[in-house]
């Protein structure tokens, strides 16, 4: 049950996305695709906080768990984007999605390669046995 720990900091770091997608801003932004990049990097932290759990708590194939937190995690970026629909004055855009699956993936990347060659002691020589 310990184990599951290691998922508190997603958790908590999505009920802030979520939080934060219930509010209106009205920002300008100098550049339109300066919105993808906050999407992007916002995603690519959650995949890292993901990945940590996942590859912590599953007990399979780097590749289950590799698909186990892509799947978790668009899941939350389309409910992210779904949520957004409702809120007045947000709207909800598929470019947005994109730009939060793709950064989805690169945090999931970067966590792979992170701790496959820098950080084996963290996850034992299990993991890096795996990967």
């Not at 470019?95 to 939060?100: P, W």
């Amino acid at each position: 049950m310990k184990k599951f720990l290691y998922f508190i900091p997603a958790v908590f770091y999505y009920s802030l996305i979520f939080f934060m997608s219930s509010k209106n801003y009205r920002f300008e932004f100098p550049m339109p695709i300066f919105d993808k990049c906050i999407h992007f990097f916002e995603f690519a932290i959650l995949g890292i906080l993901l990945s940590l759990g996942f590859f912590k708590v599953v007990k399979s194939t780097i590749k289950v768990k590799t698909v186990a937190t892509f799947i978790t995690g668009a899941i939350f970026a389309i409910s992210d984007e779904m949520h957004q629909y409702f809120v007045p004055g947000r709207q909800s855009d598929i470019l947005d999605t994109a730009a939060d699956i793709g950064g989805l993936i690169f945090g999931i990347f970067l966590f792979w390669c992170f701790f496959r060659i820098l950080k084996p002691k963290i996850f034992g020589d299990d993991l890096r046995k795996e990967i």
